[in-house]
Structures are given as C-alpha cells and as structure tokens.
T-cell receptor, first 116, second 115 residues
C-alpha cells in the first residue's frame, strides 16, 4: 500500500525567512502525482503546488517550490519569504489515477507557525 | 462561481441514528470523493465515484454508504454501524484532461459530532 510520511509534526520560521517541509512516500507505481495542500484554521483545503512524476523539472508557484527526488521518493516543499498568511497545516499527498478518478493518500501533516 | 457546496456545516448525531451529509458540485466533474479527517490527522478516503450510478470503497468505508444518482450530487450517509463518527468530513471532485488528471477541488467541510 502507498504511504506518505511527514516527519515534522511542527515547524516554525521567522517572517520573511525560508522554510522547508519534508515528505517521503512509498510506491511501486511509475506514473503518479504529488501535491502539497494547505489547511488554514478555516479548514478549507487549498492546493499549494502539484508535481507530475514523469516531469523531471521541479514545480514552482511564486514563493513555493518543491524538490522532487523520484529515486529517493522525496518531495519537499520550500516556502520563501514566509508571510503571516502562510501559517497553516500543510499536507503532502500522493495520487494515482484509477479509471477516471484520482485516489489520494495524505500524510499526517506539518503545522507551520510564522513568527513576526 | 463554480465550486463544491457541503451542508450542513455542523451536524450532530444521536446514538443509533443515521445522518446524511450533502455534497453538490457545479464544476461538471465526473469524479467525486468523500474524505474523513480526525483531529491532527491527514485525510482518509471513505468512498469515491468515477461516474453516475457507480462508486467504489476507499480505505475506511465500513459504517458509511453513498449514492450517485446525479452527476452533481454525492451524498454520504453515516450509519449507526459507524461507532466513532465524530470527525471533519470533506467532499471533493476532479476531472481528467486526456490521460492526465486535474487537481482535486474540495468543499468547505462538515463537522459531525455525537451527542
């Protein structure tokens, strides 16, 4: 079974600094997707960034970027110039397509605190 | 605006009672999903549906049932067989473009508590 592990239950960073959240996963599939979702106190799930496993280039979205190491099955998220609004739970997720649907497996989450 | 609507926002269940959580989407997505989130935990898949009138069990389907009579709607029933139903429930939907899958869109969730 696929598993996703986030080894950092909590992280904190000073405003404007850079922080990296770790994620590893286990799979025997060759075609899959990786995601980072943010869940603020409102509990709305917000997609931060998405990576397709067949793409070698690391995905970036403004201040958010990933370090995707396929052989090591590692998918870390880097947040640059941290802002107070980045404070949230961050979930790493692994997904595979199954005949029109996309099954996601989520990690346990990392709670990110931004210190002003 | 297109999106996913979950209702109610808060729901209370009495012992032995079945309750139904509503999920409606106007994104014209074929696939819909139900996830459960326990405090401080990640999401776990309960059921998913790839197409109308068809659905599949996820990782924790016991004590739950679903239906998919319309493309827009995917209600979840928490039955009395679910002994620990207190959790936050999230509905989601997605679509495909060719052979590639697009991101999941999530609703705002329903918090279910046991009285």
């Amino acid at each position: 079974a696929q598993t996703v592990t986030q080894s950092q239950p909590e992280m904190s960073v000073q405003e404007a600094e850079t922080v990296t959240l770790s994620c590893t996963y286990d799979t025997s599939e060759s075609d899959y997707y990786l995601f980072w979702y943010k869940q603020p106190p409102s509990r709305q799930m917000i997609l931060v960034i998405r990576q397709e496993a067949y793409k070698q280039q690391n995905a970036t979205e403004n201040r958010f970027s990933v370090n995707f190491q396929k052989a090591a099955k590692s998918f870390s998220l880097k947040i640059s110039d941290s802002q107070l609004g980045d404070a949230a739970m961050y979930f790493c997720a692994y997904g595979v397509g199954i005949q029109g649907a996309q099954k996601l497996v989520f990690g346990q989450g990392t709670r990110l605190t931004i210190n002003p | 605006d297109g999106g996913i609507t979950q209702s109610p926002k808060y729901l209370f269940r009495k012992e032995g009672q079945n309750v139904t959580l509503s999920c409606e989407q106007n994104l014209n997505h074929d696939a819909m999903y139900w996830y459960r989130q326990d405090p401080g935990q990640g999401l776990r898949l309960i059921y998913y549906s790839q197409i109308v009138n068809d659905f599949q069990k996820g990782d924790i389907a016991e004590g739950y049932s679903v239906s998919r009579e319309k493309k827009e709607s995917f209600p979840l029933t928490v039955t009395s067989a679910q002994k620990n139903p207190t959790a936050f429930y999230l509905c989601a939907s997605s679509t495909q473009r060719g052979q590639r899958y697009e991101k999941l869109f999530f609703g705002s969730g329903t918090q279910l508590s046991v009285l």
